[in-house]
Nanobody, 127 residues
Framework: QVQMRESGGGLVQAGGSLRVSCLAS????????MGWFRQAPGKERETVAA????????YYADSVKGRFTVSRDNAKNTLYLQMNSLKPEDTAVYYC????????????????????WGQGTQVTVSA
């Protein structure tokens, strides 16, 4: 059974930092592209960042470039998102997901490309 479990969300003041983590287990293969996504109330889910299995391919949404850093530890099956200089508009439920196609070698930026999803963790940034 595949489980994607996010942790580390919470409440932070604008300008602050937070790191969210995602532990993956039960994946048919560990060679997956992984991504972080977020969904604010009344809005569609959007891609925040993505990273290939090797870490050689990384994508960031324009809205988080220079503030967020995605990384992964394949030995621990864990994905991270370091979020700095947080803004109130970053408030959302953050989800992690994994895409299995092509052994994690391709960088997928679309929500529909991902196969396995976590339940999400709330990140709230106060003004």
């Amino acid at each position: 059974q595949v489980q994607m479990r996010e942790s580390g969300g919470g409440l932070v003041q604008a300008g602050g930092s937070l790191r969210v983590s995602c532990l993956a287990s039960g994946l048919p293969s560990s060679r997956v592209t992984m991504g972080w996504f977020r969904q604010a109330p009344g809005k569609e889910r959007e891609t925040v960042a993505a990273i290939t299995w090797s870490g050689g391919g990384i994508y960031y949404a324009d809205s988080v470039k220079g503030r967020f850093t995605v990384s992964r530890d394949n030995a621990k099956n864990t994905l991270y998102l370091q979020m700095n200089s947080l803004k109130p508009e970053d408030t959302a439920v953050y989800y992690c997901a994994a895409a299995q196609a092509y052994g994690g070698s391709l960088l997928y930026t679309e929500v529909r490309s991902y196969d396995y999803w976590g339940q999400g963790t709330q990140v709230t940034v106060s003004a």
